[in-house]
């Protein structure tokens, strides 16, 4: 069973950093892809970032220059650097990861949220 935890939300003033951490654990044989998304109330869930195993990242235009995805395989942990925070980046930041886990004698990969973690921007 692979799960995804987040932590390191909280709540910031504007023009602050804060620094979303997400620890995959289980019987993961690779991460192939890392995401952040999130999700403001009354609105859709978005993507905020997301990179590959290769190392090719993708932002949303209204963090470019100001978030950065990062990753650390030999821990199974990735993160999101986000800086000059604005009260618009409130919501609730969800990690997400498509993962091939090692069944033991079979692989499957699968796609994984994690359970989602406030951040909350104050003008």
Do not use: H
């Not at 195993?53 to 995805?69: E, L, M, P």
């Not at 030999?74 to 090692?102: G, R, W």
């Amino acid at each position: 069973q692979v799960q995804l935890v987040e932590s390191g939300g909280g709540l910031v003033q504007a023009g602050g950093s804060l620094r979303l951490s997400c620890a995959a654990s289980g019987r993961i044989f690779s991460i192939n892809r890392m995401g952040w998304y999130r999700q403001a109330p009354g609105k859709q869930r978005e993507l905020v970032a997301d990179i590959t195993s290769s190392g090719s990242s993708n932002y949303a235009d209204s963090v470019k220059g100001r978030f950065t995805i990062s990753g650390d395989n030999a821990k199974n942990t990735f993160y999101l650097q986000m800086n000059s925070l604005k009260p618009e980046d409130t919501a609730v930041y969800y990690c997400n990861a498509d993962i091939t886990s090692d069944g033991g004698r079979t692989f499957s990969s699968d796609n994984y949220w994690g359970q989602g973690t406030q951040v909350t921007v104050s003008s």
